[in-house]
């Protein structure tokens, strides 16, 4: 019986970390948007993308609240947004999206994680030729929305892909790509249409993929683990089968 109740409690840490990795993520996102297109979400679009995310992953509504005083703060950070690329190992491409306040650390620290993981960390371009930048709609799985005809009515404003995934909490959602410059233009056609995702975000989405046994598979996801641990790194993506 104890040997359950700790399994159950490491589990739920984990869960908890996991959350708490993701209202910092949204938190910093939310500062982004509010300083780069002002605090109004009617107005700011990128603002109305993260209120979504934020709802998806049930950040709380005073948590956002705060995030977007902050922004509006004078001594509030400025976050730079950069780009990590290398290669973990067994020759999987990893991509590392930062939002930080001192590069310095942020590289020392990816560098440090890459190495450690048997990995190595590379210039720019040196990967995310592999990968296309595309944005990402999750959209709940509906009676009144019919596959065929969204993926109809929105091929004119972008949409490049259609199928099925799961959301944030393994539920079956829609999910919709399209090419980066399109993801304003796709937003758009699907709030004039009265349809809220549940998230939508721009990924990195890999062109070709590599295949690893379990044993290599783990060694390359420990390594991915480590990373998204970082208070500095917001999302990381690779080319793992």
């Not at 998806?56 to 509006?72: L, Q």
């Not at 306040?101 to 560098?111: E, G, I, L, P, Q």
């Not at 949409?159 to 539920?171: A, H, I, P, Q, Y």
């Amino acid at each position: 019986m104890g040997r359950i109740f700790e399994v159950r409690k490491s589990t739920m840490f984990a869960r908890w970390d996991r959350m708490a990795k993701q209202f910092t993520r949204i938190g910093k996102e939310i500062v982004i948007a509010v300083k780069a297109g002002g605090p109004d979400p009617a107005t700011n679009p990128t603002l109305r993308r993260c209120y979504l995310n934020a709802k998806a992953v049930n950040m709380p509504k005073d948590r956002v609240e705060a995030a977007i005083k902050r922004a509006m703060g004078k001594d509030t950070s400025n976050y730079d947004e950069i780009l990590y690329e290398g290669y973990g190992p067994h020759g999987v491409a990893i991509l590392v999206e930062t939002a930080t306040d001192n590069h310095v650390r942020t590289v020392a620290n990816v560098k440090a994680i890459f190495n450690k993981g048997n990995g190595a960390l590379g210039n720019s371009n040196s990967v995310s030729f592999q990968f296309k930048k595309m944005g990402v709609f999750k959209l709940a799985l509906a009676d009144n929305i019919s596959a065929e005809d969204l993926e109809l009515e929105l091929i004119d404003f972008g949409l490049e892909e259609l199928g099925e995934g799961t959301g944030e909490n393994g539920e079956e959602v829609l999910v919709l790509r399209c090419a980066f410059t399109d993801f304003g233009n796709l937003q758009k056609a699907l709030e004039d249409r009265g349809i809220t995702p549940i998230s939508s975000e721009l990924e990195w989405i890999p062109t070709t993929t590599v295949e690893l046994d379990e044993e290599k598979a783990q060694e390359l996801l420990k390594l991915v683990d480590k990373l998204e641990q970082d208070e500095d790194v917001q999302k990381v993506f690779h080319n793992l089968a």
